[in-house]
């Protein structure tokens, strides 16, 4: 899964034409410096080959927004300058709309790098000056005992009890982040010889080439409800996604060891008998997504799918199930499929078996039902 977006890095020399100064980094000349932003979105080579042909839920584009990634709107650069030594001495920043914006570097060694800024959601932050920058998200509740923290807070209130009080789950909600790009380009060189350059329209221009990656990334539920017989009709307080990661490295793309709870909405699809939910996350915690050998040695941990459905009696539901193998099986994002069976799974109050029968999609090598108390 990955944006294709280059970023095309014009730098328009001002440099005297056969002048070399040994070492490079003694020319402090200014170099013009143009940044052009083309961030096409390809949802076919998002997330795993065939998300397609498993995401049947009818998705509302216009009420529930796009299926998969915003194109961004605005951007931030990073550059760090590089002294004779080779250690980082100053730490510029520019932020900037639109596709493109001029900025001065100077001749000799930098690393860039490149981020859409233009979420509300989403925190910036550095340890100091040189520092990698990390991205995470605000913590919203000191923790999860229900798939939604409102939801859980009113009900508490009045002395309720939900069937989400789990003793298991306790780290804190996280809002949920959005779409998060960035490229980052380390220890690149910028000449002072001429040669190194094209000369287009009475400049010396230097291009470079990279793809922008989400460090974001999508997961679809899809929960097909079997036996409904239209008494499952929602999901009052939606639900949440557990275990995944707090934030983030720019830099590095290794994701935050510590782990939040993502709270999303929950749709009905009643022609289908489906609930539909769409979360975005920073993903598995301890590792780099892009880096197979890096996710193999990511830390072990349980991820849930903490849900509350709601039934045509006004009673509510909540229950969480068990996606570990299926979120660890798309560090990058994807679909999981789940069925219930609502004749396993009735209101809270009402007789019947306690518990439910959950049929996960490739749950496991010989599949069939899987049985989880609620």
């Known amino acids: 899964m990955k944006l294709k977006g280059l970023i095309l890095l014009c730098l328009t020399a001002i440099l005297l034409g056969g002048c070399r100064i040994e070492p490079p980094l003694n020319l402090r000349q200014s170099v013009k410096t143009r940044l052009v932003l083309d961030a096409r979105v390809d949802v076919q080579v998002m997330w795993q080959v065939n998300w397609q042909s498993q995401w049947n839920f009818n998705w509302n584009t216009a009420a529930y927004g796009p299926v998969g990634y915003n194109m961004p709107g605005s951007m931030r650069a990073h550059v760090y300058s590089h002294n004779a030594f080779g250690d980082k001495s100053a730490h510029n920043v520019y932020n900037f709309l639109g596709e493109s914006t001029t900025l001065d570097v100077f001749v000799g060694i930098h690393d860039f790098l490149f981020h859409n800024n233009d979420s509300?959601?989403?925190?910036?932050?550095?340890?100091?000056?040189?520092?990698?920058?990390?991205?995470?998200?605000?913590?919203?509740?000191?923790?999860?005992?229900?798939?939604?923290?409102?939801?859980?807070?009113?009900?508490?209130?009045?002395?309720?009890?939900?069937?989400?009080?789990?003793?298991?789950?306790?780290e804190p909600v996280a809002l949920q982040p959005d779409d998060l790009f960035s490229v980052y380009v380390p220890d690149y060189y910028i000449s002072d010889d001429l040669n190194d350059y094209v000369y287009e329209n009475g400049r010396y221009v230097l291009k470079l080439e990279h793809e922008l990656n989400p460090v974001t990334f999508?997961?679809?539920?899809?929960?097909?409800?079997?036996?409904?017989?239209?008494?499952?009709?929602?999901?009052?307080?939606?639900?949440?996604?557990?275990?995944?990661?707090?934030?983030?490295?720019?830099?590095?793309?290794?994701?935050?060891?510590?782990?939040?709870?993502?709270?999303?909405?929950?749709?009905?699809?009643?022609?289908?008998?489906?609930?539909?939910?769409?979360?975005?996350?920073?993903?598995?915690?301890?590792?780099?997504?892009?880096?197979?050998?890096?996710?193999?040695?990511?830390?072990?941990?349980?991820?849930?799918?903490?849900?509350?459905?709601?039934?045509?009696?006004?009673?509510?539901?909540?229950?969480?199930?068990?996606?570990?193998?299926?979120?660890?099986?798309?560090?990058?994002?994807?679909?999981?499929?789940?069925?219930?069976?609502?004749?396993?799974?009735?209101?809270?109050?009402?007789?019947?078996?306690?518990?439910?029968?959950?049929?996960?999609?490739?749950?496991?090598?010989?599949?069939?039902?899987?049985?989880?108390?609620?």
């Open 120 to 170: 509300e959601a989403i925190l910036f932050r550095s340890d100091g000056e040189m520092s990698d920058i990390n991205a995470y998200t605000r913590i919203i509740s000191s923790g999860l005992r229900a798939s939604s923290q409102v939801f859980t807070m009113a009900h508490k209130a009045l002395g309720l009890q939900t069937r989400a009080d789990d003793d298991e789950i306790k």
């Open 218 to 374: 999508i997961y679809l539920f899809q929960v097909r409800l079997l036996n409904n017989a239209g008494r499952v009709v929602g999901s009052s307080a939606g639900a949440a996604l557990t275990g995944v990661a707090a934030g983030a490295n720019l830099m590095t793309r290794m994701s935050e060891s510590s782990t939040v709870s993502i709270p999303m909405d929950v749709h009905m699809d009643r022609d289908q008998d489906m609930l539909g939910a769409k979360v975005y996350c920073f993903g598995i915690p301890g590792c780099n997504a892009y880096d197979s050998e890096s996710v193999a040695a990511a830390p072990d941990g349980k991820h849930y799918f903490v849900l509350n459905i709601s039934y045509i009696n006004g009673t509510y539901r909540n229950i969480r199930i068990d996606v570990t193998d299926e979120v660890r099986a798309l560090p990058l994002g994807g679909v999981i499929p789940l069925e219930i069976d609502v004749d396993d799974f009735p209101p809270e109050g009402s007789s019947g078996s306690g518990g439910f029968n959950a049929l996960v999609n490739d749950w496991n090598d010989e599949g069939g039902y899987t049985t989880i108390i609620s």
